[in-house]
């Protein structure tokens, strides 16, 4: 977990550029203020619904997050360069998280990375062109009597051999999860596609809803 | 001991155990019911009798922790710490995933007794499933009246909420935890003040861990002889043991603390022994920053007290991962630094600098150009750590320390000659690469 420094020459928020967070994303930050004694409380859920909203966190929303919690968006910043969960660059449809723990390397997990790798051609932390999968790791996902695991999105998938992988890559459901799900640190359905960057979103919440 | 009869897990298993009307037709929701008829120092009391010591891994006792709150406090907040991040540990996970409600009483009891008004679940973020799982239970209670106004119809209120975390497991220390609470960055903070004093919000706070709330309600409910009739004196109550790795039933089991690791391994009912005939190596009997042990250590005792006539730091979380035959050392010896390395937070120079060290060093090692030396900087470099020298804000470096100072040195053998079997020529054009 380095610093994350940033060149104060370089402008990194356009202040004419229109605004990211949409009236619906700021409304549903706001609803987690009785919650917390203080804004910047809310500082995680908001990053986790802005995230959800445009697929990452860019400078600007940032900017935007600060005006609502009323921090200073250094602050912000601050606090999201610690986390490994948030992105400041886009993020694939579908993030594939594999753990690379002790018990999931004894049994096998750095097969099905490395199986990853070759079928979808990225390295760790990069995206595929066409912008379907990013491919992270992490320590332990907390799965470790299925080893070796991985997640898609939300769904964890268990005790995964190389030769799965493919397979697993063409389900269209490989991230649906088997519970009903609780939109509590989701974006708002109703926000428009528009602010959501290249689209990915939306896709993703489609998906979800399904 | 086979005829023990799961407390913590007992609705594992059952259909639909999610769902607060299953669980109340298996008793559930009344200890909460008892609870609040009694006064909160008699809930305090009683948890403090039953001598339930701390399930996330310190062991320090429950009802103690609670006492330490100021008298005159006006404001108490509950912390429930799910940010089960320690490998290979997922006992809460499994609490949370088969019976969300009995998470609930014992977070509506620990509220109660330390008069809190608000409870916090800091949910690691990795945990989606789990996390729709308890924000439905959450509903569903407060729908029945459990939570919010006027629990069970008495004056007390108790707000409940879910605040996931973010991907680090620093946050699974007390104050971390807090600290990302609050917004920030998870970084530690320098105690005193302890939390119970001045914590989150600067409110006298208290954090539990997921299993230690869930023993809660039992205890209400069979009262604290019956806990302490669980298991050795020092160790009371049942405890979710982990196994994981190459056994053949790698899972989640409870049984009062007197299992030895061998048997947790070996036994039937538990890990149902080695996976294809494989033989143990080395195991990690309690999460990954307690220790490792031998093949030969295996009969040490799953409580509080005995791991550290081995050398551990502690029981841990008590989930316990075997490393077998095939394994090369040197591959866990890197992944372990890897963890912390990555994991540490950065503010106390010493473990910041020193499990990237570490690291360095176990990756030159595990890539065939390691120098024999390097056994001795590492051992050396976790000297230099950790707060049992008083150098460090948490216990992050001890957690770090421990299991690669106690792999060194009881496989010191097998390390030395794995470097000594390296190609020279290799040494040479991998340090090329590395420098």
Known sequence: ?210 | MASFEPVLLRNLGVENSRSVRVYESRGGYQAARKALKMTPDEVVEEVKKANLRGRGGAGFPAGVKWTFLPKDRTRTLLCVNADESEPPTFNNRVLMESDPHQLIEGTIIAAYATRAQIAYVYMRVEFHEQFHILQRAIDEAYAAGYLGEKIFGTDYCLECYVHRGAGAYVCGEETGLIESLEGKRGWPRIKPPFPAVEGLFRRPTVVNNVETLCCVPHIIERGANWFTSIGPPHSTGPKLFCISGPVNRPGCYESPMTITVRELIEREDMGGGMLKGKRVKAVLPGGASMGVLTAAELDMKMDFEDPRKYGLLGLGTAAAVVVDESVDLRGVLRNLTRFYGTESCGQCTQCREGTAWMYKIATRIAMDAGRLEDLDIILETSRNMGMMPGLSICGLPDGATYPIETLIKKFRGELEAAIRAQPPDRAERVLKVLN
């Open chain 1, 1 to 210: 977990m380095s610093w994350k420094t940033i060149d104060r020459n370089q402008q990194v928020v356009d202040p004419k550029a229109p605004p990211v967070l949409t009236e619906a994303v700021r409304e549903k930050i706001r609803s987690f203020f009785p919650r917390y004694e203080t804004k910047r409380a809310v500082l995680l859920p908001a990053l986790h619904i802005v995230q959800d909203a445009s697929g990452h966190v860019s400078w600007q929303a940032m900017v935007e997050i600060a005006g609502v919690l009323e921090i200073a968006p250094s602050d912000v910043i601050d606090t999201i360069s610690f986390y490994t969960h948030f992105w400041t660059e886009h993020k694939g449809k579908r993030v594939i998280t594999v753990c690379r723990s002790i018990s999931c390397e004894v049994m096998g997990g750095a097969a099905v990375l490395e199986e990853l790798k070759t079928r979808l051609g990225i390295e760790e932390h990069q995206t595929t062109p066409d912008g379907k999968y990013s491919l992270v790791t992490e320590e332990c996902l907390a799965g470790c009597d299925h080893a070796p695991c991985l997640l898609i999105n939300e769904k964890l998938h268990k005790r995964v051999k190389p030769a799965d992988v493919a397979k697993l890559l063409a389900d269209p459901e490989n991230d649906r999860i088997p519970v009903p799900r609780s939109d509590l640190f989701d974006a708002p359905k109703d926000h428009g596609a528009a602010e959501a960057g290249v689209g990915t979103t939306s896709d993703v919440q489609e998906m979800r809803e399904a």
